[in-house]
């Protein structure tokens, strides 16, 4: 499958804490982007990590990129209430698509 | 608010109905894209346009067709439809052609009964 896979399909974690998010695939690749999805809503662009990075911060995020073990990590500290959404990492295959994971859902209890 | 709209917000209709829903992209963005999103398939691609031609096709089934106009929105037509059309369609554009991020619409939700 082209799909990315991401793990854990479902995290609950309380607020404060980090969460981490994993993403393999298994073509090459130019970049990597990570989108959030709240329930029903549209996606919304996180973070692009290049191919040629292997780390990259924006706030609360760090995104990781080992493309040696084509496998990617979204990591969230300090995590609020309002980080519950959906997680997907999404990367563009040999024919221009972006392919997106089926996605991690994060809960963040108060 | 990423930019881009879509119209309408919910659609219910009965099946072998036909149903046309609407995207007009960022402003200066030449490319859109069609995605669907269901339980069972997760976010599939559909189809891209860029300025007016199409670039790409996903998962489209023949039922299903698009267009971008010389104004750049673009319009996602879906006939004869079935039950298991219903899903979240989502219109998502980007400055150029490939490899970019890409800015998503609120969706239409398209109920078939």
């Known amino acids: 499958s082209q799909q990315g896979e991401e793990d854990p399909q479902a995290l609950s974690i309380q607020e404060g804490e980090n969460a981490t998010m994993n993403c393999s695939y298994k073509t090459s690749i130019n970049n990597l982007q990570w989108y959030r999805q709240n329930s029903g809503r549209g996606l919304v662009h996180l973070i692009l990590i290049r191919s040629n990075e292997r780390e990259k911060h924006s706030g609360r995020l760090r995104v990781t990129l080992d493309t040696s073990k084509k496998s990617s990590s979204l990591l969230i500290t300090a995590s609020r209430a309002a980080d519950t959404a959906s997680y997907f990492c999404a990367f563009y295959n040999q024919g221009g698509k972006l392919i997106f994971g089926q996605g991690t859902e994060l809960s963040v209890k108060p | 608010d990423s930019g881009v709209t879509q119209t309408p917000k919910h659609l219910i209709t009965a099946t072998g109905q036909r149903v046309t829903l609407r995207c007009s992209p960022r402003s200066g963005d030449l490319s859109v894209y069609w995605y669907q999103q269901s339980l069972d398939q997760g976010l599939q691609f559909l189809i891209q346009?860029?300025?007016?031609?199409?670039?790409a096709k996903g998962n489209i089934l023949e039922r299903f067709s698009a267009q971008q106009f010389p104004d750049l929105h673009s319009e996602l037509n879906l006939s004869s439809l079935e039950l298991g059309d219903s899903a979240l369609y989502f219109c998502a554009s980007s400055p150029r052609l490939a490899h970019y991020e890409q800015y998503f619409g609120p969706g239409t939700r398209l109920t078939v009964t």
């Open positions: 346009y860029y300025n007016g031609e199409e670039r």
